[in-house]
């Protein structure tokens, strides 16, 4: 890209000329490991080749040079949680306007979740028909997990070498008929499979409590649907999981962690040398059960939104370093699967639909609720660890503002 006359307003955006090249960027504020700060980022063939101090050079002549002013450039947001539902579910979400609306959040890498699209990403020719599927369609960087289900333990390295980075299972029923749920047995198998390899297993980690059953309530209630999924449903399988990650140093990766109550549980298995890393997703930071009205049934999602004192709890860990990253958890569906017109929280089907939204959504997103906390500077650098600099260090995926000589991988 490039800007209609060369250059940007020092206060405004810049206007840009689509499918042009730019061959500079600058700006006051560009995010760099532990600084903001000027400078100018040199661009050679689509990547970063060097990064200056801001106008240490001269332009060369007819040099397309990109000036933001005041603007933060910092890396693309690294989103690992997307469900994108091509194919199979298109009218949910397919691959164009999932791509589109992760570069209107300053999102530059989504990695699709296996289980929204039919056939579910659990075998080598369900994968080759993801990317068939996918192709042409993508405006990101686009990587797809895998799946693990009860039987498919032989698939799992074929995938691998294909090129998913790591497969996710269920400890509860998904909703997905396609994508059942895990027992230990399986686990066991599926983690035998994968020990050695630099793969990692992502858990939806909820467990069913044996005999237990939520009391009757009156479905349209946030209530009912909180008591259904109770806290101890988290922790019960963050136990299962920290124990399984113990016994085979498989990387485990625990999606969307919502109760507070299981970190102390992934505070000591980590102390016990389990490589053990951590989600959470920004509506667990910015919503509380307590603000949900009746029949608010576009706030399911499953495990649930929980109580304010929960959420404070689960900023202090991402303070702490326990929470290693934020993620959108991006889960769409049409208006009509939101079961709106009854607000019954049981029959609606769950997931938040935000991929656009985790840098772009105001105050109350995660790093500007850090700036505003915090101090801008803190803030910036925050949202940069958790949502661009943690799922490189994760999941190996690109993300780090720096020269492509340096190490960044084509």
Not at 359 to 373: D, I, M
Request: net charge negative; glycine share 8%; hydrophobic share 35%.
């Amino acid at each position: 890209m490039s800007t209609k006359h060369g250059e940007a307003s020092q206060t405004g955006a810049a206007k840009v000329e689509v499918g042009s090249e730019v061959m500079a960027v600058r700006s006051n504020r560009v995010v760099l490991d532990n600084t903001i700060c000027p400078a100018e980022i040199i661009i050679c063939n689509g990547k970063i080749a060097d990064i200056l101090p801001k106008r240490s050079r001269a332009c060369a002549s007819g040099e397309k040079v990109l000036d933001v002013g005041d603007l933060v450039v910092m890396p693309g947001i690294i989103d690992p949680h997307v469900h994108t539902c091509e194919p199979g579910h298109t009218a949910w979400e397919g691959y164009s306007s999932a791509t589109k609306a992760a570069a209107a959040g300053g999102v530059t890498t989504l990695v699709a979740m296996p289980l929204s699209c039919l056939p579910p990403t659990t075998t080598l020719a369900n994968f080759d028909d993801k990317l068939q599927s996918a192709e042409g369609q993508c405006h990101v960087d686009v990587a797809f997990w895998g799946g693990v289900i009860p039987g498919n333990q032989d698939e799992l390295l074929s995938m691998l070498q294909a090129g998913v980075p790591g497969f996710k299972c269920s400890l509860i029923a998904s909703g997905v008929e396609e994508f059942p749920h895990v027992s230990l047995q399986d686990l066991h198998m599926a983690m035998n499979e994968l020990q050695g390899t630099d793969c990692v297993l992502l858990f939806h980690a909820e467990q069913e409590l044996g005999q237990w059953k939520p009391a009757l309530e009156d479905p349209t209630e946030y209530r009912a649907l909180l008591d259904s999924r109770p806290d101890a449903m988290e922790v019960e399988a963050v136990q299962t999981i920290a124990n399984l990650c113990l016994q085979y140093k498989v990387p485990c990766h625990i999606l969307h962690l919502s109760s507070a109550q299981a970190l102390p549980i992934i505070r000591e298995a980590r102390q016990k040398g389990a490589p053990l890393t951590i989600e959470t997703a920004h509506h667990y930071l910015t919503l509380t059960s307590e603000r949900i009205p009746p029949g608010g049934t576009y706030y399911k999602c499953c495990p649930p939104i929980r109580a304010k004192t929960n959420q404070e709890q689960l900023w202090s860990a991402l303070q702490e370093g326990l929470i290693d990253m934020v993620v959108s958890a991006h889960n769409p569906g049409s208006p009509d699967l939101k079961n709106l017109d009854d607000g019954d929280f049981f029959k609606a089907q769950g997931g938040i639909a935000s991929l656009q939204f985790g840098k772009r959504g105001g105050s109350e997103q995660p790093g500007c609720t850090e700036s505003a906390r915090y101090g801008v500077q803190q803030g910036l650098n925050s949202a940069r660890a958790l949502q661009s600099r943690a799922p490189v260090n994760v999941f190996k995926t690109l993300g780090a503002l720096v020269p492509s000589h340096m190490g960044q991988k084509p």
